[in-house]
């Protein structure tokens, strides 16, 4: 029985399950970003949160009360690098510190300050999350609340 | 009488010195977007919807599942047009479609395509809704929808 | 056991299946170019081809000698355009002509010249392709041909 | 007579006449991409290819599967800087890094990052090729691979 289980299984891996790959959706997205909030309004820190998906796209983007309008591209722009990169805003923003350099700053899309960070699933990178609005050391913190709430 | 002055003062300076503008707070946002989003549900429509605060700033943006990418840009671009000519962009489009032409094409932010709509509290502009996915008539249905909940 | 392979794979389609989307990957794309550049030799049509995962990201460009440099931004933006809206460039090119004006040139990525198609798989968007270097209807064939060698 | 005349001409259009510059065609960037994709899939490293003509117009772009979005801008960027400023990305990577500085990412087009090397034919630039997806330093060998199969 195990065995004629195995076969089916390998019947769909190929003519059902196809060529594809995970997703992101609006209720995941929504689900980060309540993590994400949450974390940030138990510590009374306001921000912008933004989350995109695997090509770079918003999904889901929101800006407190009272928070600096820059702070709306900057999520977007570190969630970009996160996504685009498939690895935290805050390696870039070690290995810029490391040089004592702006090196990396000449890759385009590339962003050297903590508070983004790449969403996986299965291994396959399928969104990010962007924080800007307190410090980025505190940014870091909510968009990892972000991301452990997926 | 010095003092009764000051009391007097204080009272000028919040209700009628106080030179302010209303506002629209990401509560608004949100109140806003859920009677936006319950119109489109309700009709099966999927969409982007972003609003914006009276800079044109993002204030909140969801995209729903399955809904084309370019409609992120195209729901910020018509709220942006909105907020930035204190209009509909329907206005745009009818002027448009009545000069045949492509002159108000060449002014920087105007869009031509109904869906985006300004928000105005005591007659003073506060930001602006920009709906895109389905046809531009159901993108303005749903953007009016997002107005009247405010 | 036929209902026995359906509960099978009942539970496959939520627990393996999951939330996945299909891909176009860069045997796929060089499969829709080697049929378009194959109709573009045949008739002698020296052109851009590009094409563009469904985030609008390049996975394949080629451009053939003597081709006007402008048309490699075209037939990018030509594939750009397709797959943010889920539809031939030659429907926006229709819709602007019908009107006689350019209200649609005022959305976000619209390209209103023909040779920029999606492509689908299952109903579901993985990308697209956008052809430049002939006439705009001649690029729409060439771009066709791709789609169908996909 | 007359027709002695034109084959004088004939000859100057060739000898004397002809003031012309060796160029990249798309056969030649087919080869430096075969050349740099061999040494890449043998060592199992995905990457992004670009190569440019001498404008630092794209010719040939692939990507293969799985390498982040964010490698197709960076790899054009690098082929770019290296056509643009004739020299390799590794020059300015290691001026950058002996300065401790950003002097050079002043520079508009300059990258600072291994990866591009530019394209010679006869002392003349032709073209370059840029490389993402790796380890710089990988980058580096894959794109040096491509040259050498011109």
């Known amino acids: 029985m195990k065995s004629l289980l195995l076969i089916v ?4 891996s190929f003519s059902v399950l196809g060529q594809t790959k995970p997703y992101l959706s609006l209720a995941d997205a929504e689900r980060v970003y309540e993590s994400a909030a949450a974390k940030a309004k138990a510590e009374g820190w306001n921000v912008v949160i933004a989350i995109l998906d ?3 796209h918003p999904i889901l983007l929101k800006k407190m009360d009272g928070v600096q309008i820059g702070s709306v591209e900057v999520a977007l722009a570190k969630a970009k690098s996160a996504v685009f990169f498939k690895r935290p805003t805050k390696v870039f923003e ?5 040089e004592g350099g702006s090196r990396i700053a000449t890759l385009p899309n590339a962003v050297g300050v ?22 980025s050391a ?5 968009a990892l609340a972000g991301v452990e709430g997926f």
Chains 1, 2, 3, 4 share one sequence.
């Not at 299984?9 to 769909?12: D, K, T, V, W």
């Not at 070690?94 to 490391?98: I, S």
């Not at 505190?138 to 909510?142: E, M, S, T």
């Open 9 to 12: 299984f390998s019947l769909f």
């Open 54 to 56: 695997d090509g770079g």
């Open 94 to 98: 070690d290995a810029m510190k490391a």
């Open 114 to 135: 903590e508070g983004g960070l790449p969403i996986f699933k299965d291994g396959v990178i399928i969104g990010s999350i962007g924080v800007s609005g307190v410090t």
């Open 138 to 142: 505190q940014d870091g913190i909510i």
